[in-house]
């Protein structure tokens, strides 16, 4: 049996325990559940296949990032014993999954209770039947074995396509929770709201948890609260117990407290259900927002009556070492570093997320386009097509109470065949259509939205073109006249998904624009093959330096422009964070997307503080460059120091004076003319900037750095460094040298790490210090590593170049096991 259930966001009195802890995992294809537990019973060299794990827990943590062989794909298997003790008389017990992937069988010792197709929407299976029978083998003492199959094998009959730019991850990846309810209980609470500056009209909508479907009499309790704890709404209700989703309250609000991005501000909902037969109560207890929004035709997004311009990004569940089992402590961080950077929208790309990204962005004031992950390769057949809906129904069924979320969106790309010998553009039409009434059927209070399907433009509401003007297709200056055209091409208009691929520490003096080689006025649309670096069209992203040079003019142009486009609703940069992706092999990081304005273990890159400096409210200030430890040029020549700030004005001191003031400027392009050049000292420099605001706030930032005025010629030879580090790891850092022996500061050779001895590379990280394949930044490249108590020789190759080693100490960075 399966069943959908929505487990409260928090404050209940429904009885959820989170299951961390306890779990073994195999990665197998095992021949059937008794094999789960045989190990039990027989003590073989099976039994050491088996590993502990934690909770949230993916299989694909590592290998999506190793260079040398694809990431795996196949069944995963979990077992655990459970202690249960379900306290209500005749209550239900629940197995709550928040997502696992991609395929999920539930076993109940040899018996199989329950499956779900699908990685990313919520499910519960109930195993309480299965409970009352009873019959587990005596030397589990009363425990409950559970096991439990994820398998994410390739399947051309499900979403999303395995030609989707991203790992379709495998394992229980999200948290999974065993909830005690009573016979009779809460499903879901939808508050539903129409509002105005001046009034909501609320609706507080029941379903029911009922498999015995009885009739029986329930008392409902409802209490209504704002953001400053103030009851607004008490009732209570007395009713017999009913199927489906009921209205059981029904009132207004004036002058509400409207949600913003400026002032996130919740409500709160809990209604209390009281069985009068048996006397037990059970509560869940939802949060809601008071907003209105409206897309203009041909014209901007208004939020609450004002003009608000979208400031967004997206976000991929996907992080360095843990693949998509993101702790809740990690996603926190991740949305406070997205609000942080000034945003007030996001993109949750391309599947349902995590109930805690929505629920961080509620709080945080973001903005979001949800969408289900029909993304790429056609159209399937009926179970294809069914798993679309009910994945949609699943989203907006379980997501509706969030006041963040604006848009439902219908699929990504959907124009991008591949899965099937065939590609019918008018089926896509239809099933369109069939989901943009499906969506407005389960939820009429926000809109429909898709990008990059340019047949299907008309049947959502809201549609973004594929542009990447400077990427993929022409050059960054004409992104202001694409944009326009595909404003006036659509009814409303919203671009998302714009960047540029960029290697986290890489800088270059002059940053390749490609104004000479690429054709222009041709589009700006990416089309098939484009992500390809060989082949093609001439394009930044094939001939291009990869460097965050070139990415944060892009970024400091795009921005710029949009300030002076009044029709503009917004746009969302691709992506917040570098990705772990199984096509794109060829990246200076193997499998790595690597878009992000942070690395994929959140390290900052440049282009977050160009952001800042045309988002952030709160006073900034960055010195370009500032992680550089070596800038080079000649002894006579001036250099460019460029700085990011929002500051009305900032002075830059060079080696203690002042190389004078600046006043900031968006039309004076790059930097809003806070760039100085300047004459810099051979060997060491410090740079410190000051930026102040209208209101007198001073911030500053400063760096030092060596200025290299030898030249160098091709590197020839690659040498190794060791540091220690304070938790017992060690740096190993290569970097490349001419036949003089002069550092080579632009070399940009792929270097591979290796290790013999005792200890461990910590690579497949998808970072540029954890990945054992990538190409050099600036001439250098480093890893880390474990000693493990040993001795070892670490290696570097570069076909061309010496190999260098260096031996790390059996002494250097002990540390217990």
């Not at 991929?316 to 996603?331: F, L, N, S």
């Not at 993109?347 to 289900?372: K, T």
């Not at 709160?618 to 700030?645: H, W």
């Not at 500061?745 to 990280?765: E, M, P, T």
Request: aromatic share 12%.
């Amino acid at each position: 049996m399966e069943r959908i259930f929505a487990a409260p966001l928090g404050g209940s009195k429904m009885i959820t325990q989170r299951l961390t802890h306890n779990w073994a995992y195999i990665q197998s294809s095992l021949g059937g559940a008794w094999e789960v537990w045989r190990k039990d019973k027989l003590n073989n060299h099976y039994n050491l296949a088996w590993s502990e794990v934690e909770l949230p827990h993916c299989f694909n943590a590592l290998d999506a990032m190793d260079p040398d062989v694809p990431y795996y794909q196949g069944q995963g298997w979990y077992r655990t014993l459970l202690e249960v003790d379900n306290p209500y008389l005749n209550g239900r017990t629940l197995l709550h999954f928040e997502g696992a992937g991609q395929h999920t069988e539930v076993y109940v010792y040899e018996d199989r209770v329950g499956e779900h197709q699908g990685g990313y929407d919520e499910f519960t299976i109930d195993i309480t039947d299965r409970l009352r029978e009873g019959q587990f083998p005596a030397y589990y003492e009363n425990k409950v074995p559970i096991a439990i199959r994820c398998d994410n094998t390739r399947n051309l009959e499900t979403i999303p396509s395995d030609v989707s730019d991203f790992n379709l991850y495998g394992g229980l990846y999200r948290y999974v929770n065993l909830v005690y309810v009573p016979a009779v209980s809460l499903e879901t609470v939808h508050v539903i709201s129409q509002v105005s500056a001046d009034r909501a009209d609320i609706q507080v909508q029941v379903k029911l948890y009922h498999p015995e479907a009885d009739k029986r009499s329930v008392r409902l309790r409802l209490q209504v609260w704002d953001d400053t704890e103030q009851e607004i709404f008490a009732a209570t209700v007395n009713r017999v117990t009913w199927d489906g989703s009921e209205v059981v309250a029904d009132f207004e609000v004036d002058a509400p407290h409207l949600w913003s991005p400026n002032a996130p501000r919740l409500y709160t909902c809990k209604v209390t259900l009281e069985d009068e037969g048996t006397g037990t109560e059970t509560a869940e207890t939802v949060r809601f927002g008071l907003r209105y929004f409206e897309f203009e035709k041909k014209g901007p997004f208004y939020l609450n009556g004002e003009r608000l311009l979208l400031h967004g990004t997206h976000r991929h569940e996907d992080h360095a070492g843990v693949g998509a089992a993101m702790t809740e402590e990690m996603i926190a961080c991740e949305m406070r570093l997205i609000k942080d950077m000034g945003a007030n929208f996001i993109r949750l790309g391309h599947y349902q997320q995590s109930r805690i990204v929505l629920d961080q962005c509620d709080e945080l004031g973001l903005l979001v386009w949800e969408e289900i992950p029909w993304c790429r390769g056609g159209l399937g057949g009926a179970s294809y097509r069914q798993q679309c809906k009910d994945m949609l129904t699943a989203m907006i069924t379980q997501h509706r109470n969030h006041p963040s979320i604006i848009l439902w969106g219908l699929g990504n790309e959907n124009d991008w065949e591949a899965d099937f010998n065939y590609f019918d553009e008018e089926a896509i039409r239809d099933f369109m259509r069939e989901l943009h009434a499906l969506s407005h059927e389960l939820d009429d209070t926000r809109l429909t939205a898709i990008r990059r399907c340019e047949f299907c433009r008309d049947i959502v509401d809201v549609y973004s073109p594929s542009i990447w003007a400077g990427w993929y297709r022409g050059v960054y200056p004409e992104y202001e006249s694409y944009t326009r055209a595909g404003f006036e091409n659509t009814d409303r208009f919203l671009h998302v998904e714009w960047g540029a691929d960029n290697v986290a520490g890489r800088h270059v003096k002059k940053p390749y624009t490609g104004f000479a080689d690429i054709q222009t006025g041709q589009g700006a649309d990416e089309r098939d093959g484009d992500y390809l670096l060989t082949g093609g069209d001439p394009r930044v992203s094939s001939l291009g330096d990869w460097s965050e040079t070139y990415f944060c003019d892009m970024i400091d142009w795009y921005l710029r422009a949009q300030q002076g486009m009044p029709w503009l609703t917004g746009t969302a940069q691709w992506s917040f964070k570098d990705f772990s992706t199984p096509v794109r092999p060829d990246s200076p990081i193997p499998y790595l997307n690597m878009k992000g304005v942070v690395e994929r273990d959140f390290k900052k890159k440049e282009a977050y503080y160009v952001f800042q400096s045309y988002w952030l409210e709160k006073p900034m200030i960055r010195i370009y460059g500032g992680a550089m430890d070596v800038r080079t040029g000649s002894a006579e020549e001036e250099q460019t120091i460029r700085v990011y700030s929002n500051c009305s004005q900032a002075e830059l001191f060079i080696n203690g004076e002042s190389a004078g003031v600046r006043t900031r400027d968006v039309r004076d392009y790059p930097n809003a003319g806070l760039r100085w050049n300047v004459t810099l000292l051979p060997g060491m420099n410090q740079v410190v900037a000051r930026g102040r605001n209208e209101s007198g706030d001073v911030v500053s930032d400063e760096t030092t750095f060596v200025f290299q005025t030898e030249s160098w010629g091709v590197p020839v030879s690659l040498q190794l460094s060791s540091y220690e580090e304070p938790n017992g790891h060690v740096m190993i850092e290569a970097k490349a040298y001419d036949a003089e022996g002069v550092f080579c500061a632009d070399a940009a050779v792929r270097i591979h790490f290796g290790l013999a001895g005792s200890g461990k590379l910590l690579d497949n990280l998808g970072t540029v210090r954890g990945s054992r394949s990538i190409e050099l930044a600036n001439g250098r490249a480093c890893i880390y590593m474990d000693p493990r108590g040993g001795a070892s020789m670490v290696s570097a190759r570069c076909e061309g170049l010496r190999t260098a080693f260096v031996e790390v100490s059996g002494e250097c960075g002990v540390r217990d096991k």
